[in-house]
Nanobody, 116 residues
């Protein structure tokens, strides 16, 4: 089982990034996919979630209107489009997969730094 995030990096305030999380080793289409982030000295924060078929999406208030989660079950990939980035969005971003039996998988994380 693997979840591999990519797309992080350094971006200026107001910029955009698109994170990807490629899954393998499990039936991706049966899992709710989530994006979390963890800033230095802070707890891991759930920021976006999408159900297995994409029919329900939720966002944390801190990213609502700026971030968009999506998934492509044919490609076993979940995405996080991040627009209007702010310095406070700086964190390590993780993707998570969870099924109805509460089986959890995590990626290794990708660093996003928003700075001028």
């Amino acid at each position: 089982v693997q979840l591999v995030e990519s797309g992080g990096g350094l971006v200026q305030p107001g910029g955009s990034l698109r994170l990807s999380c490629a899954a393998s080793g499990f039936t991706f289409s049966r899992y709710v996919m989530k994006w979390y982030r963890q800033a230095p000295g802070k707890e891991r924060e759930l920021i976006a979630a999408i159900t297995s078929a994409g029919g329900s999406i939720n966002y944390a208030d801190s990213v609502k209107g700026r971030f968009t989660i999506s998934r492509d079950n044919a490609k076993n990939t979940v995405y996080l489009q991040m627009n209007s980035l702010k310095p406070e969005d700086t964190a390590v971003y993780y993707c998570n997969a969870r099924n109805i039996f509460s089986v959890d998988y995590w990626g290794q994380g990708t660093q996003v730094t928003v700075s001028s």
